[in-house]
Each structure stands twice: as structure tokens, then as C-alpha cells.
């Protein structure tokens, strides 16, 4: 499917028990909410014109998200599944992770250091151009920042 680049879209897209590649590039988006359940995704949205909002949920299953150089809010939960963050270079990143015992989060291989309970951060932040902030929680779930084999799945 193939949508059109001008409009400003809201999207609501999910996956059971099967795979998707979205290709978001030179999209508009306001709001866009992923789920995948028991299945696999890639949502590529390194060149989006907009992105403001994104909520991502894998239950028992993986979605992989290279994120966009431009100022992104939202969340990104995994319940007995995983999710892959792939932050371009240059932008201001910070996660906040709600700490369970069943939680794995993995920002080894990212640019983000501790700064406060649960709150990690790249350098310079405060006064990064583009910031994304995201929520992000797991429940025998993993969480990973820029994986070695990356997030083009």
C-alpha cells in the first residue's frame, strides 16, 4: 500500500501472528500507534517529514524501530517480547524506563549514560536541536538501543 506524502496522518496499525514492513519515509505523521502480537515488525521512520507521537507494544512478539531526526514523543512497551530503537546520530535522546525485575533494558551499544532513576540520556540533551523522548517499559520483555545488526530487519 502506498499512501500520500502531504497529508498529516493519524495511524493505528497492527500485527497477529504474522510480519509487516513499514517504510514511513517522507510521511507526515501526527499520531502512530504499532502493536504487534505474536508476529514481527519493522517500522522505518528515519525519513519522516513529521512524526510527533508514537506508541509501539510487542506482546510475544518483535518490533524493530529506527527513529526519526525530528522531535518524537511517546512509548514503547514489551510484554514477553522485544523492541529495537535505532536513534540517528545528532539527536537529543532520552528514555525514561519504569525498572521491573522481569525488565531487560540494553543501551550498552547506545550513546546514553544514567542520569537519575530509570532516566537515561545522550550528551547534551538539554540543548539538543531535535529531542525524542520516549516511556518505555517491559514485562519479560527487552528493551535495546541500536543493536549491532541494527533495526532494518
Not at 497477529?16 to 515488525?41: F, H, P, Y
Not at 512497551?77 to 524506563?97: F, H, K, Y
Request: charged fraction near 20%; aromatic fraction near 4%; include cysteine.
Amino acid at each position: 500500500m502506498t499512501l500520500g506524502t502531504d497529508p498529516t496522518y493519524q495511524l493505528d496499525i497492527g500485527v497477529n501472528a504474522g510480519s509487516a514492513t513499514l517504510d514511513l519515509s517522507s510521511m507526515r505523521l501526527r499520531e502512530l500507534s504499532v502493536g504487534v502480537n505474536a508476529g514481527d515488525m519493522t517500522l522505518d521512520l528515519g525519513d519522516a517529514l513529521e512524526a510527533h507521537e508514537l506508541t509501539a507494544h510487542a506482546n510475544a512478539g518483535a518490533i524493530r524501530i529506527t527513529l526519526p531526526l525530528r522531535d518524537l514523543r511517546g512509548s514503547v512497551s514489551a510484554n514477553a517480547g522485544s523492541i529495537d530503537l535505532c536513534a540517528p546520530d545528532g539527536v537529543g535522546l532520552r528514555i525514561r524506563t519504569e525498572e521491573q525485575i522481569t525488565a531487560a533494558y540494553d543501551f550498552s551499544h547506545g550513546e546514553v549514560t544514567k542520569v537519575g532513576d530509570g532516566v537515561w540520556e545522550t550528551p547534551g540533551y538539554a540543548s539538543a536541536e531535535v529531542k525524542i523522548e520516549l516511556e518505555a517499559s517491559a514485562n519479560a520483555g527487552a528493551i535495546t538501543l541500536d543493536p549491532e545488526g541494527g533495526c532494518r530487519g
